[in-house]
């Protein structure tokens, strides 16, 4: 940066222009250290600068889910709902399966909360829950396609599963 701003050849400007940036820059990481208290204030800021990022999302919903699950199961569910609306519509071989598997866990947990199987709202959550889990499924399997037949077209043995553990706990 220092270089770049000498080339522009105004020597007498060059410590003007660099400590203007170098306040800028300083006053940037001031202000964004208060978003750094915790996990919940860092995602809930990162989700106010990248609204349509799945990932800042969902770490929104595991960061509200860590801090109260049984107060924050409405929240948590809108902000994994949210990161699940980003990845729904893509081909099922580049969905990220992990979003889709904690929205069912989510779901899952809310019918827990309301009664469980034993009441109709329980099993309508669990619904929910087993429906987004088997679109998880889905896109699984097709990813495990992809990568076999990148493995094979490359002479390589299929050896290890690319399956995304926490989705099949969440089936099981």
Same mark, same amino acid.
């Given at each position: 940066?220092?270089?770049?701003?000498?080339?522009?050849?105004?020597?007498?400007?060059?410590?003007?222009?660099?400590?203007?940036?170098?306040?800028?820059?300083?006053?940037?990481?001031?202000?964004?250290?208060?978003?750094?208290?915790?996990?919940?204030?860092?995602?809930?800021?990162?989700?106010?600068?990248?609204?349509?990022?799945?990932?800042?999302?969902?770490? /929104? !919903?595991?960061?509200?889910?860590?801090? @109260?699950?049984?107060?924050?199961?409405?929240? *948590?569910?809108?902000? +994994?709902? =949210? $990161?699940?609306?980003?990845?729904?519509?893509?081909?099922?071989?580049?969905?990220?399966?992990?979003?889709?598997?904690?929205?069912?866990?989510?779901?899952?947990?809310?019918?827990?909360?309301?009664?469980?199987?034993?009441?109709?709202?329980?099993?309508?959550?669990?619904?929910?829950? /087993? !429906?987004?889990?088997?679109?998880?499924? @889905?896109?699984?399997?097709?990813?495990?396609? *992809?990568?076999?037949? +990148?493995? =094979? $077209?490359?002479?390589?043995?299929?050896?290890?599963?690319?399956?995304?553990?926490?989705?099949?706990?969440?089936?099981?």
């Amino acid at each position: 940066m220092v270089a770049l701003v000498y080339r522009l050849g105004e020597e007498r400007l060059t410590p003007a222009v660099l400590t203007a940036v170098i306040a800028l820059l300083a006053g940037r990481t001031f202000v964004r250290n208060f978003d750094w208290k915790d996990d919940l204030t860092l995602s809930a800021a990162d989700v106010r600068v990248a609204p349509s990022s799945f990932k800042m999302h969902g770490i /929104l !919903a595991n960061a509200l889910f860590k801090q @109260d699950p049984r107060q924050n199961i409405g929240p *948590v569910i809108e902000e +994994a709902e =949210r $990161a699940w609306d980003v990845l729904r519509d893509l081909p099922p071989e580049l969905i990220f399966r992990q979003p889709p598997s904690n929205l069912g866990a989510y779901y899952r947990t809310k019918g827990d909360l309301v009664g469980g199987a034993g009441t109709a709202e329980g099993r309508t959550w669990y619904r929910k829950s /087993l !429906a987004v889990l088997w679109m998880a499924r @889905d896109a699984d399997r097709a990813a495990e396609k *992809v990568f076999d037949a +990148a493995m =094979r $077209a490359h002479g390589k043995p299929l050896t290890g599963r690319l399956g995304f553990p926490m989705l099949y706990l969440n089936l099981d």
